[in-house]
C-alpha cells in the first residue's frame, strides 16, 4: 500500500527531465532454478534496450547447480554473486544471508528499482532488502495467491510479504490482479504481463531437438507414454510423497507401455525416499536434474505430467500436456479452471484412478490438452520492459 513506502521511494525511482539521466538502473535478484528461467526473458528484453536500461543481475546461489546451469542456457553472466548456499541451510540462514549480502550492492550500485520473482526466500529478502534502502521493488509474476499460509510453504507468506513492499505489480493473469486489488493495492501500480515463463518456454522448444542425456536419448516416445513425475514441495516430504511414489509403482505395474521419468530433486530425503521405492521398478528412470532445454523439451515429448512444481502448471498447457497437480491446494487456479490441470492432491488411489483415466479415456485426455492456455503469449517480458520505461516519468501513479 503507498502508505508503506517512505515518502522517497518514488522520487528515487522517476527520472526527470534536467536531472541528467536517461536511464532506468534494474537490479533483477533471483536464487533458484525456477526464478532464472523466469526472470531470464525480462533481462533480455531489459539488455535489448541498453539506451534505456543499465541492468545489473544479482544471484543469491539460493540453488547453485540447477541455477548455473539456467545461467548457462540464457547466457547471462551475473553481475554480483552471493553464493549463500550451504548444505543443511534453513530459512533463516537464507534470509540472512541475502539481507546481508545485498545490502552494500544496493548502496553501490544505487538502482532505481529492484525487479524480484514469484514465491521464493530471496525474493522476500531481497524485497525487504530494497525496501530498508527505500529502492522500489517490481515484482514479476505478482498476485499469485492460495489464501492458506502454510500451503505452500513458505511461498505463500513469502509473495505477500514481497506485495506489501512493491511498486510495480506485474501480475501474470486477471485473477491474479484481482487477488491484489481485493488486498488494497492501487489499481495504478498493477500490471496484466502474462508469464514470463512461457516466453523463456517458447525459446527452449524445438520439434528436432535432440537429447543429450543418455536416459533421455533412448527412451521410445513413440511405443511408450512417458509420463513426467516432479515432486519436492516441503509439504510432501515424508508420507505424502511415499504414497505417491506408491501411486507411480501401481501405473507402471497396471499400464506396460508407461514408462515414468522422475527427475530427482537435490534434496537428499527426496533422493533416498525415491530410492528405496522406485529405485528398482522396470520403466522408472530416475535421472539428475536435466538442464533446462533438456527438461523442456522432455516435457514437450512426455504424455502428461504428475507435479507438485507451480511453474509446470503454467508450462505443461503451453505444450498441450494435461497436469496432475500433487497438491490440494493451488496458487494457480487459472489451470484449473481451464482445464488444463487438475488438483489430485497426494492421496495413492486418487492419482492412480486419475492418471488411469487420462490413459484409458481419449475424450478425458483430449478434453485437457486441448483446453486453451491462461498463462499468456510470450510476450510478458518485453511488456514489462515497456512498463518500467513508460512509467519512470510519472511523480503521481
Not at 499469485?144 to 506489501?164: G, I, Q, W
Not at 488494497?184 to 527452449?204: K, M
Request: aromatic share 8%.
Amino acid at each position: 500500500m503507498e502508505e508503506n513506502f517512505a515518502p522517497d521511494v518514488w522520487g528515487r525511482f522517476f527520472w526527470m527531465e534536467g536531472m541528467g539521466r536517461s536511464m532506468v538502473k534494474v537490479l533483477t535478484v533471483f536464487g533458484t532454478r525456477p526464478e532464472a528461467i523466469k526472470m531470464a526473458p525480462v533481462i533480455r528484453a531489459l539488455q535489448s534496450a541498453r539506451s534505456r536500461f543499465d541492468v545489473k543481475v544479482v544471484v543469491t546461489g539460493q540453488h547453485r547447480e540447477m541455477l548455473d546451469q539456467v545461467l548457462d542456457f540464457f547466457d547471462i553472466i551475473p553481475d554480483h554473486d552471493l553464493s549463500i548456499m550451504r548444505h543443511g541451510q534453513t530459512l533463516t540462514d537464507i534470509t540472512c544471508g541475502v539481507l546481508k549480502g545485498l545490502e552494500p550492492i544496493l548502496r553501490s550500485e544505487s538502482p532505481d528499482v529492484v525487479l524480484v520473482h514469484g514465491d521464493t526466500t530471496t525474493t522476500f529478502a531481497a524485497s525487504l532488502a530494497a525496501f530498508y534502502q527505500q529502492i522500489a521493488v517490481g515484482h514479476v509474476e505478482a498476485g499469485l495467491r492460495s489464501y492458506d499460509m502454510y500451503n505452500p510453504f513458505p511461498e505463500e507468506m513469502n509473495r505477500r510479504l514481497t506485495s506489501s513492499m512493491t511498486t510495480f505489480h506485474f501480475a501474470p493473469t486477471h485473477p491474479a490482479m484481482a487477488n491484489l486489488a481485493k488486498e488494497g493495492v492501487p489499481e495504478s501500480r498493477i500490471f496484466l504481463t502474462g508469464n514470463t515463463v512461457i516466453d523463456a518456454l517458447l525459446e527452449a522448444v524445438k520439434g528436432d531437438y535432440v537429447f543429450f542425456n543418455p536416459v533421455l536419448k533412448e527412451l521410445d516416445f513413440v511405443n511408450e507414454r512417458v509420463i513426467l513425475l516432479t515432486t519436492h514441495r516441503r509439504e510432501n516430504w515424508g508420507l505424502p510423497m511415499e504414497r505417491i511414489f506408491q501411486a507411480v509403482s501401481q501405473l507402471v505395474e497396471d499400464f506396460p507401455d508407461v514408462r515414468v521419468v522422475f527427475p530427482v530433486h537435490k534434496n537428499p530425503k527426496i533422493r533416498e525416499l525415491a530410492r528405496s521405492v522406485l529405485g528398482k521398478l522396470p520403466r522408472v528412470n530416475l535421472i539428475e536434474p536435466p538442464a533446462y532445454e533438456e527438461f523442456a523439451n522432455l516435457m514437450a515429448k512426455s504424455h502428461f505430467l504428475l507435479t507438485d512444481s507451480g511453474g509446470l502448471q503454467e508450462e505443461a498447457p503451453s505444450l498441450g500436456k494435461p497436469v496432475l497437480v500433487l497438491r490440494d491446494t493451488t496458487e494457480r487456479p487459472e489451470g484449473v479452471e481451464a482445464g488444463t490441470a487438475l488438483l489430485v492432491g497426494t492421496d495413492t488411489q486418487r492419482i492412480v484412478d486419475e492418471a488411469t483415466k487420462l490413459l484409458t479415456d481419449g475424450k478425458a485426455y483430449a478434453k485437457m490438452a486441448d483446453s486453451p492456455n491462461p498463462y499468456g503469449d510470450g510476450q510478458a517480458a518485453p511488456r514489462i520492459a515497456e512498463i518500467l520505461w513508460e512509467k519512470r516519468a510519472l511523480k503521481d501513479l
